[in-house]
T-cell receptor, first 111, second 113 residues
Framework: GESVGLHLPTLSVQEGDNSIINCAYS??????FIWYKQESGKGPQFIID?????DKRQGQRVTVLLNKTVKHLSLQIAATQPGDSAVYFC???FGAGKSTFGDGTTLTVKP | DTGVSQDPRHKITKRGQNVTFRCDPISEHNRLYWYRQTLGQGPEFLTYFQNEAQLEKSRLLSDRFSAERPKGSFSTLEIQRTEQGDSAMYLCASSIQGWEKLFFGSGTQLSVL
């Protein structure tokens, strides 16, 4: 149930497995990155962020990895739960300007 | 509830009509953003305000679209002479300047018939 490297529009995992969602960003000058979770009928909700001077940041059950060399961002979710089923977006920001969103990944957690 | 509020949640209109949406941001947030989202896509930036000043507007934004934030609090987004291609979810978000984490509302779903 893991995917490393490539962005996939959909990802299906078993409950309890770890999930990895990938994102490629476009602007090498971007200095701030955020992962958002969007559930049906709702706006995106903040999950975790990372600044460009870091390569890893951990939260509760989530970890974000940043590889600036290849402009790649990943979100790792440990022990995936049914409530994690949603669409996940990465967003990049340069300076203190607007955020630009990438293509989403729909995560489905099978019981 | 002290989150971002958008009104209406749903709007159905006929092609050629004008529509206006409202967004009430989190009260202490000085930045307000409008995004548009179509099914299966990430939110697409439209415009943003810092207090009452409109700082950036997407080059993709047609002249039929206008946004205001007259007192630096709530904002309105107006679409004139709507077209079927305008059908989308219109999302509003707010943030504190210098902290780019966005807080989104639930959006206004526009359907142009």
């Amino acid at each position: 149930g893991e995917s490393v490297g490539l962005h996939l529009p959909t990802l299906s995992v078993q409950e309890g497995d770890n999930s990895i969602i990938n994102c490629a960003y476009s602007n090498s000058a971007s200095d701030y990155f955020i992962w958002y979770k969007q559930e049906s009928g709702k706006g995106p909700q903040f999950i975790i962020d990372i600044r460009s001077n870091m390569d890893k940041r951990q939260g509760q059950r989530v970890t974000v990895l940043l590889n600036k060399t290849v402009k790649h961002l990943s979100l790792q979710i440990a022990a995936t739960q049914p409530g994690d089923s949603a669409v996940y977006f990465c967003a990049e920001t340069f300076g203190a300007g607007k955020s630009t969103f990438g293509d989403g990944t729909t995560l489905t957690v099978k019981p | 509830d002290t989150g971002v509020s958008q009104d209406p949640r749903h709007k159905i209109t006929k092609r050629g009509q004008n529509v206006t949406f409202r967004c009430d941001p989190i009260s202490e947030h000085n930045r307000l953003y409008w995004y548009r989202q179509t099914l299966g896509q990430g939110p697409e930036f439209l415009t943003y305000f810092q207090n009452e000043a409109q700082l950036e507007k997407s080059r993709l934004l047609s002249d039929r679209f206008s946004a205001e934030r007259p007192k630096g609090s709530f904002s309105t987004l107006e679409i004139q002479r709507t077209e079927q291609g305008d059908s989308a979810m219109y999302l509003c978000a707010s943030s504190i300047q210098g902290w780019e984490k966005l807080f989104f509302g639930s959006g206004t779903q526009l359907s142009v018939l």
